[in-house]
């Protein structure tokens, strides 16, 4: 094994360019996928956080009195799974609103009736999907005593329909891209093979096995397909740390916003997914030369 190491690595010397040009079309194209399963693991964590219990905020009508509310409470909990409903008076939201604000306007101080309305502010529980939860708030909305209900369905609904778009988008990307990479290692092989193919064809008069041949070439592609991946990994690692900085501190104030990188376990697979690609398209050029 260490002389099939030490000729791979031979080679991948004596074809720097051609090698340096497999490495990077590999990592570009294992960038392009790491890329889109950052993004896909980000969204899939929001969507499965609010299908296991997403906040909603029920705007109640003008004449709603705390009379009302047990027997609201009562035909909420029946219409589905709610885990906690907290009153909100007209009274207490104007003020909290009106501390928030107090450094920024003295528009509300200058009020002399209060807009809001009450509100109650509930915690649903587990869904199954973003359509189960659109229909429980549609049921909640037809209460009497019910003037809307707002749960992020503007932002999220679109959120979801871009979601689906970029998944679209990611799939034939990723496949492009794989495609791509595959085609020039495979090239890279062929022309690496014909560079030796004297010394190929010495060691098939002198008895040498097929496997014996091949294995440098083998060796070589693992470790492009290895360093491939790990620099495009690298280049993504970089890219977060500076976008996700950059948002946390602009949006920090204004929304909470959890951006992960890729989990141990992803990272690990495209590691395997960018190696096997190497030996893959070493395979495939060796399959057609050596027939």
Same mark, same amino acid.
């Given at each position: 094994m260490a002389h099939f190491v030490k000729k791979a690595f031979s080679d991948i010397r004596s074809n720097r360019f051609l090698n340096l040009i497999t490495i990077i079309t590999i990592a570009l194209s294992i960038l392009v996928v790491s890329i889109f399963l950052l993004f896909f693991e980000n969204s899939s964590r929001i969507i499965e956080s609010w299908n296991q219990g997403g906040r909603a905020m029920v705007y109640l009508v003008d004449n709603f009195t705390l009379d009302m509310l047990p027997e609201l409470k009562t035909r909420m909990k029946a219409l589905g799974d709610i885990d906690e409903m907290v009153y909100i008076s007209k009274e207490e939201a104007f003020d909290k609103l009106k501390n928030e604000m107090s450094s920024q306007t003295t528009f509300l101080k200058n009020l002399k009736e209060n807009p809001l309305p009450d509100a109650l502010e509930i915690r649903m529980k587990s869904y199954n999907s973003f359509d189960e939860i659109q229909q429980f708030a549609e049921k909640i909305k037809a209460l009497e005593m019910v003037?809307?209900?707002?749960?992020?369905?503007?932002?999220?609904?679109? =959120? %979801?329909?871009? @979601?689906? %778009?970029?998944?679209?988008?990611?799939?034939?990307?990723?496949?492009? =891209? @794989?495609?791509?990479?595959? =085609?020039?290692?495979?090239?890279?092989? #062929?022309?690496?093979?014909?560079?030796?193919?004297?010394?190929?064809?010495?060691? #098939? %008069?002198?008895?040498?096995?097929?496997?014996?041949?091949?294995?440098? @070439?083998?060796?070589a592609g693992l470790f492009q397909g290895f360093f491939g991946g790990l620099l495009g990994l690298l280049v993504l690692l970089a890219t977060y740390l500076m976008i996700s900085s950059g948002i946390s501190q602009n949006l920090a104030s204004y929304i909470y916003i959890d951006i992960r990188f890729l989990s141990v376990k992803m990272i690990l697979l495209i590691i395997m997914a960018s190696t096997f690609l190497g030996w893959f398209g070493c395979y495939l050029s060796l399959k057609q030369i050596l027939k």
């Open positions: 003037d809307d209900v707002e749960y992020g369905q503007g932002w999220l609904g679109k =959120f %979801l329909n871009i @979601f689906n %778009l970029f998944k679209i988008t990611g799939y034939a990307m990723c496949s492009m =891209f @794989f495609l791509i990479a595959l =085609f020039i290692t495979s090239n890279t092989v #062929r022309l690496a093979f014909y560079s030796r193919k004297l010394e190929v064809e010495i060691m #098939r %008069l002198v008895g040498a096995s097929e496997s014996f041949i091949k294995a440098p @070439f083998y060796v």
